[in-house]
Every structure is written in C-alpha cells, then in structure tokens.
C-alpha cells in the first residue's frame, strides 16, 4: 500500500521570503504521479503543481516549484517570494498510474503542512 | 455551474440520524469523487464514479455509507444511523473525464457534526 508522510505539521515564513515543504512517500510502483494541494480557510481543495514520475525534470508553476528525487522518494515543493494568500493548509498526494478504468481519483493524501506567511 | 457545488455547507446532527449530503458537479464532467477529511487528517478516498456507475467503492468505511448518481450529475451521499466518529468535512470532486490530464476540481464541503 501506498502511504505519503508530511513531517511539518506547521510552518510559518516571512512575506517574500522561500520556504520548502517536506513530502515522503512509500510505493513499490513505478508509475505514479505527485500532487500539491493548497486548502485556504474556505476549504476548496486547489491543485497547485503535479510531477509525472517518469519526468526527470522538476515541475514549475510561476513562484511554486518541486524538488523530486525518484529514489529518495521525496517530493518537496518550494514557494518563492511568499504571498499573504499563500496562507493554507498544503497537502502532498500520489496517485499510482492506471489502465482505463481504474480509479483515477484514488489520490493518497499526506496529513498536511499549516503554511502561515506573516506580513 | 462555474464550480463544483456542495450542499449544506454545514450540517448538524444527532447521533443515530440519517444524513444525506449533495454534490453537483461541474456541468459536463463524468467522473466524480467523494472523500473524507477528519480533524487534522488529510482526504480519505471514499467512492468514485464514471457517469452513474461505482467502480471503486473500496473506500466507504462501513455499510452505514452509501452513494449515488443520477443522470451522470448530482450524487448524494447518504450516511445512515450516523456515529460521532463520522464528524468531518466531506469534499466531493469532479473531473471532465478519467485520465491525469482531467485535473479534479473540489467544491467546499460539507462539514458534518454529529452530536
């Protein structure tokens, strides 16, 4: 079974400033995909960044960005220049690659990191 | 609609009542998700359906738990006789179809209080 470890409960980081959160999984698939999810206060789950495993090169999306190391299976994602509005809950999540008519939305959510960005 | 709609956005109830919950997708997408997410947990897979069938119910916890589609939109989950331990936000999702390149959309949840 596929378990994903979040080891920061809570971080907090100055406005403009980097901070990496941490994401370790275990699996015994090859092909997987990675997920980070922000949830604000009004609860809606938003997809920040995904990593196909099979991709070497690191995914990026404007000031979010993610350190996959395959073989450590570690999927750590750096925020730059934080934001106020990047204040949330972040969840890392993997989901194993399936044929047709598998269950694609059997994500395996970490319990989550608190990002506060203090002004 | 422009997003996934969940209904009530909070819910209250006694302790062996019957609850239902409702997701209205986005309009045209296919593929739709149920998951939980307790007190300081992250999401709990539950169900998940392709149009109005259930491929994947390994995750419903207990056979209080059940859910439905209709029409290949709205989907109603229903917990029967609910438990304390039932408390939690429960998020639905919709994709346009099945596939990673069919991003799942969240609505807001409902958060259910059992008393």
């Known amino acids: 079974a596929q378990t994903v470890t979040q080891s920061q409960p809570e971080m907090s980081v100055q406005e403009a400033e980097t901070v990496t959160l941490s994401c370790t999984y275990d699996?015994?698939?090859?092909?997987?995909?990675l997920f980070w999810y922000k949830q604000p206060p009004s609860r809606q789950m938003i997809l920040v960044i995904r990593q196909e495993a099979y991709k070497q090169q690191n995914a990026t999306e404007n000031r979010f960005s993610v350190n996959f190391q395959k073989a450590a299976k570690s999927f750590s994602l750096k925020i730059s220049d934080s934001q106020l509005g990047d204040t949330a809950m972040y969840f890392c999540a993997f989901m194993k690659h399936v044929n047709y008519g598998g269950s694609q939305g059997n994500l395996i959510f970490g319990k989550g990191t608190k990002l506060s960005v203090k002004p | 609609g422009a997003g996934v709609s969940q209904s009530p956005s909070n819910k209250v109830t006694e302790k062996g009542k019957d609850v239902e919950l409702r997701c209205d997708p986005i309009?045209?997408?296919?593929?739709l998700y149920w998951y939980r997410q307790s007190l300081g947990q992250g999401l709990e897979f539950l169900i998940y359906f392709q149009g109005n069938s259930a491929p994947d119910k390994s995750g419903l916890p207990s056979d209080r738990f059940s859910a439905e589609r209709t029409g290949g939109s709205v989907s109603t989950l229903t917990i029967q006789r609910t438990q304390q331990e039932d408390s939690a936000v429960y998020l639905c999702?919709?994709?346009?179809?099945?596939?990673?390149?069919?991003?799942?959309?969240f609505g807001n949840g409902t958060r259910l209080t059992v008393t």
């Open positions: 999702a919709s994709s346009l179809a099945w596939g990673i390149n069919s991003p799942l959309h």
């Open positions: 699996t015994s698939e090859n092909n997987y995909y």
């Open positions: 309009s045209g997408h296919t593929a």
